[in-house]
């Protein structure tokens, strides 16, 4: 992404990595493993994952600069005895504040891409 000197370039540069949800992962974060050194949790299992899209996070911005703390989003699973939780925080709420019309809708599309991948996940 860096190394594009265009729109275009960024454009396809980006395409080229996500996923069928149009989403593509940053990071992730293993905090169990954390959470398992020195308690008494010996088994837990819990991961952060940074996912999103670049150019989604442009278009949020483009009306709303703050979008950029927000995005991309983290999604965070973890195991517990009475099963796996899935953990994310909407962006349409987050960017909700900031009334901004054009800047919600990325949201709500990008939040509706987001609870797409967690459903098939969870499948």
Do not use: C, W
């Not at 990071?27 to 020195?38: A, C, L, N, T």
């Amino acid at each position: 992404m860096q190394e594009a000197k265009s729109a275009a370039e960024l454009d396809a540069a980006i395409q080229r990595v996500l996923g069928k949800t149009g989403l593509m992962l940053f990071v992730e974060f293993d905090h169990g493993m954390i959470v398992r050194k020195g308690t008494e949790r010996h088994t837990s299992r819990i991961i952060r994952l940074v996912i999103g899209n670049p150019l989604i996070m442009k278009e949020m911005a483009k009306h709303v600069p703050d979008a950029g703390s927000y995005a991309p989003v983290t999604v965070l699973v973890d195991e517990r005895p009475d099963g796996v939780h899935l953990s994310y925080d909407r962006m349409a709420s987050l960017l909700g504040t900031y009334g901004n019309s054009d800047a919600l809708n990325v949201a709500r599309d990008l939040d509706a891409k987001v609870e797409d991948l967690l459903r098939r996940a969870a499948a």
